[in-house]
Nanobody, 125 residues
Framework: QVQLVESGGALVQGGGSLRLSCAAS????????MGWFRQAPGKEREFVGT????????TYADSVKGRFAISRDNAKNMVYLQMSNLKPEDTAVYYC??????????????????WGQGTQVTVDP
């Protein structure tokens, strides 16, 4: 069993930056890809990006490419989402998730099994 807890959400001005953290407990996550998703009110959960187990490969949604960066510290069982040049359309609840299947790049929420409770990011224009 894996527990994931996101933190770092806040109200930020457009153009600003924010770093979200995802703390994992229950087992080491170093073998597993970790994803970030977001969900705005009235919209479906949207893929943001994913990072592989050893942290040397990332994949991002086009909407955040060049502005967001995912990293991880396996020694601390932590995953991060650094967000820059934030826009009002980035406003959402952000979730981290663990993909239990090794060796793939998962971009669909259905491919992830463990989820955190989410953290709210609000970007003022």
């Amino acid at each position: 069993q894996v527990q994931l807890v996101e933190s770092g959400g806040a109200l930020v001005q457009g153009g600003g930056s924010l770093r979200l953290s995802c703390a994992a407990s229950g087992r080491t996550i170093s073998s597993f890809a970790m994803g970030w998703f977001r969900q705005a009110p009235g919209k479906e959960r949207e893929f943001v990006g994913t990072i592989n187990g050893n942290g040397n490969s990332t994949t991002y949604a086009d909407s955040v490419k060049g502005r967001f960066a995912i990293s991880r510290d396996n020694a601390k069982n932590m995953v991060y989402l650094q967000m820059s040049n934030l826009k009002p359309e980035d406003t959402a609840v952000y979730y981290c998730a663990l993909d239990p299947q090794l060796g793939r790049v998962a971009v669909h929420a259905s491919e992830y099994f463990y989820w955190g409770q989410g953290t709210q990011v609000t970007v003022d224009p």
